[in-house]
């Protein structure tokens, strides 16, 4: 049996907007997915804004209802037995509310366990374990105010440990971490993992979701457009070469023409300080960058570069369907 599995699952949100309620529309945010967790594994949902991934953890830890389709977890179905996942599931959403300022790591994760019900005779030891697994030994008895955003978001994930979940949903952990802090976070739900937590977690960074995960969904607007190791998914996607070219001016609507050119795989569009930059996939071999300049003439065109592809390159190529 896996941990997680998600068949055709749907989220449509009536956005209701202000008094004409009859014109509301609807917001298809999730719509038909399926994947399966196994245990003891480090899932990851990457996608970009929007594309789904809240409302996904939402339904999966049985805060939001399903609007079609059906997920188990541990077993458990999410709608006929709510009550039995939330017993077993933990989740730590981004950002650093939920934390009392003015009370200690180890104060905080008293007054949860209270919350909890976790047993006064378990909470010491319980308490200890988890600020030894996050990182915080030696700063658990300073006051939460002082802690820096990566710190208060690892206290988080001992919050949501205390009940001792066999699965762990974390949305988006680093999501305003400097590097470093990053870093450890990263540190620390690997150590979770080889601890034989299952996690499934959410990132918008290519980058983080390749070094934890074990496999990974890439979700688009509501939909997996790609699933798979991080290794597979580079295999799969990258290939050729990347023309970068600086762009001064409106490049948009020059972007259909250089799709159109022969030898070019797709073509997206980023912006920079002062320019823009058209990012061109090129099959090897294809001598195409005197096309794409000539085709930018009407440009005024700052610096030209040819590279190899990213897993970045993979990750837009799959969320821009290009
Ligand atoms: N409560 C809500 N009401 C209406 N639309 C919503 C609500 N929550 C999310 N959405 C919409 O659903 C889509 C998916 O959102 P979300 O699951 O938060 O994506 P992600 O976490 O990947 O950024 C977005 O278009 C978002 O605007
Ligand atoms: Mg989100």
Redesign the pocket.
Known sequence: MSVIEVENLQRR?R?RTGLRRRSAPE?E?VRGINFEVERGELFGLL?P????????IKMLITLLLPSGGSARVLGYDLVRDAQEIRKRVGYVFGGDRGLYERLSAVDNLRYFSELYAVPAREQKVRIGELIELVGLTGREGERVEGYSRGMRQRLHIARGLLHRPEVLFLDEPSIGIDPVGARELRLTVARLVEQGTTVLL?THYMFEADELCNRIAVIADGRIVAQGTPAELKQGVVSGRVVEVEVFGDAEASLEGLRALSGVISVSLEDRDQAQLVIVRVDVGAEVTSDILAHLGGLRLGRVATREPTLEDAYVQLVSGT
């Open positions: 949100y956005a917001v945010a996608g804004n929007g594309a789904g991934k809240t409302t996904t959410t």
